[in-house]
T-cell receptor
Framework: QKEVEQDPGPLSVPEGAIVSLNCTYSNSAFQYFMWYRQYSRKGPELLMYTYSSGNKEDGRFTAQVDKSSKYISLFIRDSQPSDSATYLCAMSGRAAGNKLTFGGGTRVLVKP | DAEITQSPRHKITETGRQVTLACHQTWNHNNMFWYRQDLGHGLRLIHYSYGVQDTNKREVSDGYSVSRSNTEDLPLTLESAASSQTSVYFC?????????FGPGTRLLVL
């Protein structure tokens, strides 16, 4: 069983809808939780990171961490076609800049 | 602007050949990483380094090696390329809070 599980999708939504993404994990030592966005044939880029449990909001993006359930989520409000990408969750036990364990990624398509 | 670059961007090689993928960053980060990305597996860490002369393996490191002689570069060597090493390889460097990824190298081993 993988340490981090993520539905591969694809997840197709109409423009303006809320996109809901999530990951589950098994390693209770994870303390730092990240979401990366990856466009086709590009390297991943960091969207948000959260330390421990709680919520964090940045513009249209909200990240939630529930350590008791070993479950993290990313919500994208007012989705745009430019949000079409693969979204990867990642986790670390020490620091966000430390070695990461990734989920498999969810492909998101936002249709105009 | 600081950046991280990888070369070559595409590489085709034959089974058994030695291949070296280059990674260069200009942020002066101590931490550097190599990942491979395959369908169904996401990004998997191969090697990492927390500074010059420091290198560490992970579970998928068989057949790969790295060396760190300066802060800027972490080349990844495939000692004897195998078809199972066909993949997209990403290099990253990080400060405490963020990993910055390069554009990737697509490697095909025939």
């Amino acid at each position: 069983q993988k340490e981090v599980e993520q539905d591969p999708g694809p997840l197709s939504v109409p423009e303006g809808a809320i996109v809901s993404l999530n990951c589950t994990y098994s390693n209770s030592a994870f303390q730092y939780f990240m979401w990366y966005r990856q466009y086709s044939r590009k390297g991943p880029e960091l969207l948000m990171y959260t330390y421990s449990s709680g919520n964090k909001e940045d513009g249209r993006f909200t990240a939630q961490v529930d350590k008791s359930s070993k479950y993290i989520s990313l919500f994208i409000r007012d989705s745009q076609p430019s949000d079409s990408a693969t979204y990867l969750c990642a986790m670390s036990g020490r620091a966000a800049g430390n070695k990461l364990t990734f989920g498999g990624g969810t492909r998101v398509l936002v249709k105009p | 602007d600081a950046e991280i670059t990888q070369s070559p961007r595409h590489k085709i090689t034959e089974t058994g050949r030695q291949v070296t993928l280059a990674c260069h960053q200009t942020w002066n980060h101590n931490n550097m990483f190599w990942y491979r990305q395959d369908l169904g597996h996401g990004l998997r860490l191969i090697h990492y380094s927390y500074g010059v002369q420091d290198t560490n393996k992970r579970e998928v490191s068989d057949g790969y090696s790295v060396s760190r002689s300066n802060t800027e570069d972490l080349p990844l060597t495939l000692e004897s390329a195998a078809s199972s090493q066909t993949s997209v390889y990403f290099c990253a460097s990080s400060d405490r809070e963020t990993q910055y990824f390069g554009p990737g190298t697509r490697l095909l081993v025939l």
